[in-house]
Each structure stands twice: as structure tokens, then as C-alpha cells.
């Protein structure tokens, strides 16, 4: 599986958009990028996934470079409950098991 | 649906004590998996089952057993506990496997071993 890098914290004011990035540069073509969040020690919470093209849902919207070795986590209106931290994981089809890494702390700000 | 349920939600062990910690999933996942996190790290899996009567081990299984006799029950055990067994343990589980299926994930078991 390929790995990823993520910056180790982040800031973003309240009602702004955070935005977190995620370098996968040795991603292969049939691996998907996953997106989880982990609030305070609960157990992890799926957000977004994608192979290719961007996709939104109701939580996030997530961009995928063209060349595939970046994507970037876009939560539009971020609240104080967003404070969390983010992992991007990337995973092919035939695997079983989700490499993580130690994410992203987001940190929303009043 | 109640989800993934883990209990005990929090225990301490004495080194050398045994234990099992309970994961049961109602929505006829095949696939489960247990992990362990250790403070400010990622989770690593410990074993993941593919359904019933079949498990296999994941990156950090010493120390750990299961079994997986139903659907529903992913139960971990730990044999002569120690304090590198220290962690918050999480249960999962996913319909299919591969890159197109979320993992559900329990609230996890918060295990002291003193």
C-alpha cells in the first residue's frame, strides 16, 4: 500500500473552510484515497473516499490531483465539533488492512 | 442498528491476568477487525477475520488470540497481560473488502495493565 504524508497540525477559524492536505506520491492505479477523522479518542469516523475524480458528501468535498500523489480535505464551514484528528489512507481494492499513520490534528478556533 | 458495540469500555489488568474483550456487529459484516492505539499514534490491526471460522493475524498479533464462531462476534483475548498491552483497543468491521467499503468502528476499550 502506498504511504502518505500529512502535515502534523493545522489551525482554522470557525465558519472558515479548513483545508487538509495529504501527499501520496507512490499511489497506485487501482488504490482508493480514504479519509477518517478521530474526535477525542472515540473510535474513528469514515468521511470521504475516492479513486479519481473529486467527490462531496454532506460532511466534506474531497479533490484528488490530476496525477493522483496529492489530495486535499475540504470541510466548507468548519465548527468547533470539526476539532478532530484527519487520516488519509490510501488502500487498493484487494487489501485488507488500512496502513495509519498519526494524521492530522485540526484545531478549529473561536 | 446498534452498530459495533465493545465492551468493557475501560479495565485494568494486573501483569500476568488474562482477559477477553468483547466486539459484536449487527449489520452482517463479514469482515472485522481488532486494532490497538497507542497514545498520539495511528492504529495498527492485531488480527482481522474474513467471516465466520476464519481470522488471520494483522501487524502486532503477539500477545493477542481470537476467534470468530458467528457473524456477529469478533471477541479479543489477551493471555498474560502485560504493560506493553497498555492502549485503547477498537473493533471494526466492513461489508467487503478492498478500497471501495468503510470501516465501522466501535468506541473502543481502554485497557491499564499495571
Known amino acids: 500500500d502506498a504511504k502518505t504524508t500529512q502535515p502534523t497540525s493545522m489551525d482554522c477559524a470557525e465558519g472558515r473552510a479548513a483545508n487538509l492536505p495529504c501527499n501520496h506520491s507512490?499511489?497506485?492505479?487501482?488504490?482508493?484515497v480514504y479519509w477518517y477523522r478521530q474526535i477525542h479518542s472515540q473510535g474513528p469516523q469514515y468521511i470521504i473516499h475516492?479513486?479519481?475524480?473529486?467527490e462531496t458528501n454532506e460532511m466534506a468535498s474531497l479533490i484528488i490531483t490530476e496525477d493522483r500523489k496529492s489530495s486535499t480535505l475540504i470541510l466548507p464551514h468548519a465548527t468547533l465539533r470539526d476539532t478532530a484528528v484527519y487520516y488519509c489512507?490510501?488502500?487498493?481494492?484487494?487489501?485488507?488492512?488500512?496502513?495509519w499513520g498519526a494524521g492530522t490534528k485540526l484545531i478549529i478556533k473561536p | 442498528n446498534a452498530g459495533v458495540t465493545q465492551t468493557p469500555k475501560f479495565r485494568i489488568l494486573k501483569i500476568g491476568q488474562s482477559m477477553t474483550l468483547q466486539c459484536t456487529q449487527d449489520m452482517n459484516h463479514n469482515y472485522m477487525y481488532w486494532y490497538r492505539q497507542d497514545p498520539g499514534m495511528g492504529l495498527k490491526l492485531i488480527y482481522y477475520s474474513v467471516g465466520a471460522g476464519i481470522t488471520d493475524k494483522g501487524e502486532v498479533p503477539n500477545g493477542y488470540n481470537v476467534s470468530r464462531s458467528t457473524t456477529e462476534d469478533f471477541p479479543l483475548r489477551l493471555e498474560l497481560a502485560a504493560p506493553s498491552q497498555t492502549s485503547v483497543y477498537f473493533c471494526a468491521s466492513t461489508p467487503n473488502l478492498g478500497g471501495r467499503n468503510e470501516q465501522f468502528f466501535g468506541p473502543g476499550t481502554r485497557l491499564t495493565v499495571l
Open positions: 475516492g479513486l479519481k475524480n473529486n
Open positions: 489512507i490510501v488502500m487498493g481494492e484487494s487489501n485488507y488492512q488500512l496502513i
Open positions: 507512490t499511489i497506485s492505479g487501482n488504490e482508493y
